[in-house]
C-alpha cells in the first residue's frame, strides 16, 4: 500500500496512540496523523492516546483533544506510532487485544511486533518521516506539516543526527513550503530549557564520570536529587545528548532514579557502538545510535553491568 487512505477502508473508528514518556517524534507523528486524518477524512472519528507530554509541544493544532484516559469505547482501526515494543505502548496499550486492525508505523530496529500492517524503516530519521510517505503531501495542512517537522527536527538533534538522510531533508524542506515557522518550532520545542532543566543538567554533567580513556561518559540522577528540585521525566529530556557532546566521547550513559533501585537507562553512540544491542540485553530496545532500557540495583551495580558489555567495544 502508498497511502494511509488505502488502510482505512470501511474504517469509521480511529485510536491513534504513541509510547510511554512521549518524545518529540512520537507527539508529532501521532499528531500529524491525527489532523491529517481530520482534514481529509471527516467521516472518521479519531482519538488520540498520549501520557504527560512537555508543554512545549502545546503549540500543536488539535492537541488539547489527546485523551490521556482510555475510553470505554471500541473502534475499527488502531494505528501505532514510534512503538518499538507492545509493552511500551501507553494509555491505549489494552486496545492491541480488542481492536481488530492495528498499523503501526516505526524505524525502531527492535520492533518485531506482530501486527495486521507493520511498517518498519528503521533506516528512516523518524517515526514522523515514515508516516509522511504515506501522505499525500497535497493533502498536509500546514498544521499537519508543523507536527511533522517537530517529530524530525526532535529525533535528528535538529539534522544533526548519523540517521538524518538526504529524503530527510528534502522531506524537510517541502514542510517548510507549506508555511511551517520553522525557526521557531526547533527554538521553543528543542532548545530553549526551563532554569530547573538547566539545573539539572548542570547537576549531572558536574558529577558525570568517564571510563576507558574518555570514551565513555556516564550521567545519573539519584531518587532523592529528583525529589529535591521536584522534577518529572521530561525535565531530564536532552540530558544524555549534551553528555554526548563531550570530546572524545563514543558512548554516552544518562540514568535517573524513577523509584528507589530502579534506574531509567539511555545511551547514545557517536560512530562505533551499536548501543541497541546493549540495551536489549538488559530488556531495552532502540536504535544503533540511541537506545534505553530499565536496570535494578545501585548506580554502582548498573554502571558495573554497563560497563561489562561496552568495555568490548570501547578498549
Request: proline share 3%; with cysteine; net charge negative.
Amino acid at each position: 500500500m502508498s497511502r494511509i487512505d488505502e488502510f482505512l477502508n470501511g474504517v469509521r473508528t480511529v485510536a491513534i496512540a504513541g509510547h510511554v514518556n512521549p518524545d518529540g517524534d512520537c507527539v508529532g507523528s501521532c499528531m500529524a496523523t491525527y489532523l491529517y486524518l481530520r482534514d481529509n477524512f471527516p467521516e472518521i472519528e479519531a482519538d488520540v492516546y498520549l501520557e504527560h507530554f512537555k508543554p512545549e509541544f502545546r503549540f500543536i493544532e488539535g492537541i488539547g483533544n489527546v485523551k490521556s484516559r482510555l475510553l470505554d469505547k471500541d473502534y475499527d482501526l488502531l494505528i501505532l506510532l514510534d512503538i518499538s515494543s507492545k509493552d511500551r505502548i501507553g494509555v491505549a496499550g489494552s486496545l492491541t487485544e480488542k481492536t481488530g486492525k492495528i498499523l503501526c508505523f516505526d524505524h525502531h530496529v527492535t520492533n518485531r511486533e506482530q501486527y495486521t500492517w507493520l511498517i518498519n524503516d528503521p533506516q528512516a530519521s523518524s517515526a514522523s518521516e515514515v508516516v509522511y510517505r504515506y501522505m499525500d503531501p497535497d493533502k498536509i495542512s500546514e498544521k499537519c506539516a508543523e507536527a511533522i517537522y517537530m517529530g524530525i527536527v526532535h529525533d535528528t538533534g535538529v539534522f544533526q543526527y548519523s540517521c538524518t538522510s538526504p529524503e530527510t531533508m528534502r522531506i524537510a524542506a517541502g514542510l517548510m513550503e507549506k508555511g511551517v515557522p520553522f525557526n521557531r518550532i526547533i527554538d521553543k520545542t528543542f532548545y530553549q530549557k526551563t532554569s530547573l532543566q538547566n539545573q539539572l543538567l548542570a547537576r549531572t554533567l558536574m558529577e558525570s564520570i568517564q571510563l576507558f580513556g574518555g570514551k565513555l561518559i556516564i550521567g545519573y540522577l539519584k531518587n532523592r536529587d529528583i525529589s529535591f528540585y521536584g522534577a518529572v521525566s521530561t525535565d531530564m529530556d536532552g540530558i544524555v545528548s549534551q553528555l554526548r557532546n563531550t570530546a572524545g566521547v563514543e558512548v554516552a550513559v544518562f540514568m535517573y532514579e524513577k523509584e528507589p533501585g530502579v534506574f531509567k537507562v539511555s545511551l547514545r553512540s557517536s560512530e562505533k557502538v551499536d548501543v541497541s544491542a546493549i540495551a536489549q540485553k538488559f530488556g531495552g530496545g532502540g536504535h544503533v545510535r540511541a537506545a534505553g532500557c530499565v536496570m535494578q540495583g545501585s548506580v554502582y551495580d548498573v554502571i558495573n553491568n554497563l560497563t561489562l558489555y561496552l568495555e568490548r567495544d570501547l578498549v
